[in-house]
């Protein structure tokens, strides 16, 4: 009986990490995202935010009212942000888990993952541009 159980929750245990760890599409994200504010966390901190436009537009910020503006596009199963002020694509790949997104970046050597802490249907707080004397 024991085995019995042991198998079976193996099993589950198996199917949910599949689940967990399938790369949202294209179609997916854009379903999820359009119309939210989604704040992000990495390592227990926020790490920013990014509303998500009509379009496939953005806007993030790091959490200090400045503001990026920029717009998302497929290539193959990763999503990719190119923002006015980066020269070239930042490509994530994106899962869907019980408690929202989870980001994982496809650039980065050390594999930042920043996971989803809050969403909202509010428009982000930007600062307009520093102005000199």
Known sequence: MKQLLLSACLL????????AQS???AAEF??????????F???GRRYGVEEYLPDRRVRWSFLDGQCKDGRW?????????VYD????PQCWSFFLEAG???????????GRVLYE??????EMLCLGPEVGV
Do not use: H, N, W
């Open 12 to 19: 589950a245990g198996s199917a949910a990490a599949q689940t």
């Open 23 to 25: 790369t949202m599409s």
């Open 30 to 39: 854009e379903a999820y995202t359009t119309g939210k504010t989604l704040f």
């Open 41 to 43: 966390a990495a390592d």
């Open 73 to 81: 596009f497929a290539r193959g199963r990763q999503i990719c942000f």
């Open 85 to 88: 002020d980066t020269p070239g």
């Open 100 to 110: 929202g997104l989870t980001a994982r970046f496809e650039s980065d050597p050390d």
């Open 117 to 122: 802490v809050e969403a909202s249907g509010e």
